[in-house]
T-cell receptor
Framework: EDQVTQSPEALRLQEGESSSLNCSYT??????LFWYRQDPGKGPEFLFT???AGEEKEKERLKATLTKKVSFLHITAPKPEDSATYLC???????????FGRGTSLIVHP | DTEVTQTPKHLVMGMTNKKSLKCEQH?????MYWYKQKAKKPPELMFV???????INESVPSRFSPECPNSSLLNLHLHALQPEDSALYLC???????????FGPGTRLTVL
């Protein structure tokens, strides 16, 4: 059974204070790891798909990296508008349906 | 068009009502999904349609009935719901599992 653990559960940063969110996963044959951003009361917004260890993707202040057991979402010089819940999900060879982690709630203070 | 639309945005219904949620995408995606999300929890998969055929039903009660009229549309028919069914209902689409999913804004459902 696929397992996804996100940490920390909540993170408070000052504007401009860079940090990383963690997504640890256990799967039998990774087919894809996905990052989403979700604002309160809205649907998740797709950010990145990573397929293999060593892969990296960037979008504005966000950079996602992947190793064999962990994915990191690096946030460089965050702004208050980056405040949201960030969800990680994995799909494996056993089940192509993504398994979601519980998310990290990020608050960036001005 | 990279958008998934859902109607209505909000829905309040009694336990004896019948209502439907609607979802539409024009990205040419062949997989469509229904999720249920409670506060402070991740989305919980309900149904998956792949090439307009129901491929996954995650043991959802029969009071929820999905329908995929064509490759762009997805409906969720609701009947005799319970108060604990109150949640945010999300529709999503993807090229095919397990590609990244594009989510709609959701329908906030309240069952009285």
């Amino acid at each position: 059974e696929d397992q996804v653990t996100q940490s920390p559960e909540a993170l408070r940063l000052q504007e401009g204070e860079s940090s990383s969110l963690n997504c640890s996963y256990t799967v039998s044959g990774l087919r894809g790891l996905f990052w989403y951003r979700q604002d309160p009361g809205k649907g998740p917004e797709f950010l990145f798909t990573l397929y293999s260890a060593g892969e990296e993707k960037e979008k504005e202040r966000l950079k996602a990296t992947l190793t064999k057991k962990v994915s990191f979402l690096h946030i460089t010089a965050p702004k208050p508008e980056d405040s949201a819940t960030y969800l990680c999900a994995v799909a494996s060879g056993g089940s192509y349906i993504p398994t979601f982690g519980r998310g990290t709630s990020l608050i960036v203070h001005p | 068009d990279t958008e998934v639309t859902q109607t209505p945005k909000h829905l309040v219904m009694g336990m004896t009502n019948k209502k439907s949620l609607k979802c539409e995408q024009h990205m040419g995606h062949r997989a469509m999904y229904w999720y249920k999300q409670k506060a402070k929890k991740p989305p919980e998969l309900m149904f998956v349609y792949s090439y307009e055929k129901l491929s996954i039903n995650e043991s959802v009660p029969s009071r929820f009935s999905p329908e995929c009229p064509n490759s762009s549309l997805l409906n969720l028919h609701l009947h005799a719901l319970q108060p604990e069914d109150s949640a945010l209902y999300l529709c999503a689409s993807s090229q095919a599992p397990p590609e990244g999913q594009f989510f709609g804004p959701g329908t906030r459902l309240t069952v009285l």
